[in-house]
């Protein structure tokens, strides 16, 4: 029994797989000899997956600290998600009461790794993905870049190996790479991704069980070299964790690339508040996303269930008179050439600080609802500088395919007196539209357009 438990501490130990783990010189021996010899559960059956739209998943954390609960296990932290990502730390440390607490990830409800084999394959047993995560590390930028739990150093093709026999031995249904340790672009890190892609993800000799899905934002290196179709083609789809900017901007940073059905965004109970994330949950755009994340769920059970349950629910209609940007739907604009910090999500912020600027005099935006809604007013506030990249001419269209546009107002050689100057526009329009979009014609002067706010009021 000792060579398999050999096998499966090296299984367990996978859920770390940088050189920082603390455990690097532990052996089998040091184990406790009852949890050595002592054989793991049997696995569940390969499961089906969730359906395309409908994917939701919870990231088990387990050095997180609860917020308004108790500390769950995995087999109740969330009734209503149906992946789960076994995330950070290694298993190895949560082997027994000796090793347990010795490092940075520490956890006070499970004391055995067995405790976590069984739970993985309860959860299995209800029908629900499970994951192991596995992270980068800024070593993915050298040479000889892949080193296991103990510093055992492999090329790109031994480590894809190593990580599936981790996978296959504690019976996971797939792997999440969690991408943010500021490696460079390099090909052994594109020959790993390639490579991994052969054991998991759409794929592989697999893809309707193995999962492979990636964790990245804009400004974690090298995320963003997973807008490129020739990687994000491995993976069922990439969860963006961003979870400090605007949700607009974030899914379409990676949605403008690769479709709307390969992405979904992160959210957080420290960064995104319950009402923002269900509105993101809410939304479904045409084609629809793939679903949405929860990071550290087990932080808060009602925050993580409320998110996942309105993924399937129907969306809140704006009553009369609100403005429908503040309810669930999706900005985007003609150009995507925005400064840092002057993005299409600012437009829709409700703040008359920030602004939306395109280095064009003539350009779109557009508001997608997730509801038809009949609007019969709106509103354009200046920026904070230069009035000549104020619009002067425009017509408002309304459209229910994003194609065919029905101009429902239109105006011609507008001016704003002052900086921050809000001007209301009101027109008779009896028809619900899903899409409203503002067609700049011509700015004051000059080439450069920007307008700090757009507001879109129901009949």
Same mark, same amino acid.
């Not at 999440?176 to 892609?197: M, P």
């Not at 209301?424 to 899409?435: K, L």
């Given at each position: 029994?000792?060579?398999?438990?050999?096998?499966?501490?090296?299984?367990?130990?996978?859920?770390?797989?940088?050189?920082?783990?603390?455990?690097?010189?532990?052996?089998?021996?040091?184990? &406790?000899?009852?949890?050595?010899?002592?054989?793991?559960?049997?696995?569940?059956?390969?499961?089906? @997956?969730?359906?395309?739209?409908?994917?939701?998943?919870?990231?088990?954390?387990?050095?997180?600290?609860?917020? $308004?609960?108790?500390?769950?296990?995995? *087999?109740?932290?969330?009734?209503?998600?149906?992946?789960?990502?076994?995330?950070?730390?290694?298993?190895?440390?949560?082997?027994? *009461?000796?090793?347990?607490?010795?490092?940075?990830?520490?956890?006070?409800?499970?004391?055995?790794?067995?405790?976590?084999?069984?739970?993985?394959?309860? @959860?299995?047993?209800?029908?629900?993905?499970?994951?192991?995560?596995?992270?980068?590390?800024?070593?993915?930028?050298?040479?000889?870049?892949?080193?296991?739990?103990?510093?055992?150093?492999?090329?790109?093709?031994?480590?894809?190996?190593?990580? +599936?026999?981790?996978?296959?031995?504690? $019976?996971?249904?797939?792997?999440?790479?969690?991408?943010?340790?500021? =490696?460079?672009?390099? =090909?052994?890190?594109?020959?790993?991704?390639?490579?991994?892609?052969?054991?998991?993800?759409?794929? &592989?000799?697999?893809?309707?069980?193995?999962?492979?899905?990636?964790?990245?934002?804009?400004?974690?290196?090298?995320?963003?070299?997973?807008?490129?179709?020739?990687?994000?083609?491995?993976?069922?789809?990439?969860?963006?964790?961003?979870?400090?900017?605007? +949700?607009?901007?974030?899914?379409?940073?990676?949605?403008?690339? @690769?479709?709307?059905?390969?992405?979904?965004?992160?959210?957080?109970?420290?960064?995104?508040?319950?009402?923002?994330?269900?509105?993101?949950?809410?939304?479904?755009?045409?084609?629809?996303?793939?679903?949405?994340?929860?990071?550290?769920?087990?932080?808060?059970?009602?925050?993580?269930?409320?998110?996942?349950?309105?993924?399937?629910?129907?969306? *809140?209609?704006?009553?009369?008179?609100?403005?429908?940007?503040?309810?669930?739907?999706?900005?985007?604009?003609?150009?995507?050439?925005?400064?840092?910090?002057?993005?299409? $999500?600012?437009?829709?912020?409700?703040?008359? &600080?920030?602004?939306?600027?395109?280095?064009?005099? =003539?350009?779109?935006?557009?508001?997608?609802? %997730?509801?038809? %809604?009949?609007? %019969?007013?709106? *509103?354009?506030?200046?920026?904070?500088?230069?009035?000549?990249?104020?619009?002067?001419?425009?017509?408002?269209?309304?459209?229910?395919?994003?194609?065919?546009?029905t101009t429902i107002n239109t105006q011609t050689n507008q001016s704003f007196a002052?900086?921050?100057?809000?001007?209301?526009?009101?027109?008779?329009?009896?028809?619900?539209?899903?899409?409203?979009?503002?067609?700049?014609?011509?700015?004051?002067? $000059?080439?450069?357009?920007?307008?700090?706010?757009?507001?879109?009021?129901?009949?």
């Amino acid at each position: 029994m000792k060579q398999k438990f050999s096998l499966l501490s090296l299984a367990a130990a996978a859920c770390c797989l940088v050189n920082s783990c603390t455990l690097q010189g532990l052996e089998p021996e040091d184990v &406790s000899p009852s949890l050595r010899d002592t054989a793991p559960p049997a696995a569940v059956q390969p499961l089906a @997956l969730p359906a395309a739209g409908q994917n939701k998943v919870a990231y088990y954390v387990f050095d997180v600290t609860p917020a $308004g609960q108790g500390i769950l296990p995995m *087999t109740t932290f969330t009734d209503n998600a149906n992946i789960v990502v076994v995330f950070e730390g290694t298993l190895w440390e949560l082997a027994d *009461t000796v090793h347990y607490n010795s490092g940075w990830m520490q956890n006070a409800y499970y004391h055995s790794k067995r405790q976590i084999l069984e739970d993985i394959q309860t @959860l299995r047993s209800r029908g629900i993905k499970v994951l192991m995560n596995v992270d980068d590390a800024p070593s993915w930028s050298t040479s000889t870049p892949f080193t296991t739990y103990n510093g055992t150093a492999y090329n790109y093709q031994q480590f894809a190996a190593f990580i +599936n026999t981790c996978v296959t031995t504690v $019976g996971f249904d797939g792997i999440s790479l969690d991408v943010e340790r500021g =490696a460079t672009d390099n =090909a052994n890190y594109r020959n790993l991704i390639q490579e991994l892609g052969d054991y998991f993800g759409p794929l &592989s000799s697999d893809p309707s069980n193995k999962m492979y899905i990636g964790a990245f934002y804009s400004g974690g290196a090298p995320g963003p070299i997973f807008r490129e179709v020739a990687l994000s083609q491995y993976l069922n789809f990439v969860m963006d964790m961003g979870y400090f900017q605007n +949700n607009t901007t974030r899914f379409n940073y990676w949605a403008n690339t @690769l479709g709307n059905a390969k992405v979904m965004l992160g959210m957080s109970y420290d960064d995104n508040s319950q009402a923002s994330a269900i509105t993101e949950a809410q939304r479904h755009p045409t084609p629809d996303k793939a679903g949405i994340m929860v990071f550290a769920a087990n932080k808060n059970k009602t925050y993580t269930d409320a998110i996942f349950a309105a993924l399937t629910t129907t969306p *809140t209609t704006p009553p009369p008179g609100a403005d429908i940007t503040n309810y669930s739907g999706t900005i985007t604009s003609q150009y995507t050439d925005w400064p840092t910090g002057e993005d299409i $999500g600012k437009l829709i912020d409700n703040s008359s &600080s920030t602004k939306y600027l395109t280095q064009h005099a =003539a350009a779109w935006v557009r508001f997608q609802s %997730n509801t038809s %809604n009949v609007v %019969n007013k709106y *509103t354009i506030t200046s920026a904070n500088d230069v009035p000549a990249r104020d619009p002067r001419n425009w017509t408002l269209q309304g459209s229910n395919n994003g194609t065919t546009w029905t101009t429902i107002n239109t105006q011609t050689n507008q001016s704003f007196a002052s900086r921050f100057l809000t001007k209301t526009y009101t027109f008779s329009n009896s028809t619900a539209y899903t899409y409203y979009r503002l067609n700049v014609s011509a700015v004051q002067s $000059g080439s450069i357009m920007q307008m700090a706010e757009w507001e879109l009021f129901r009949n």
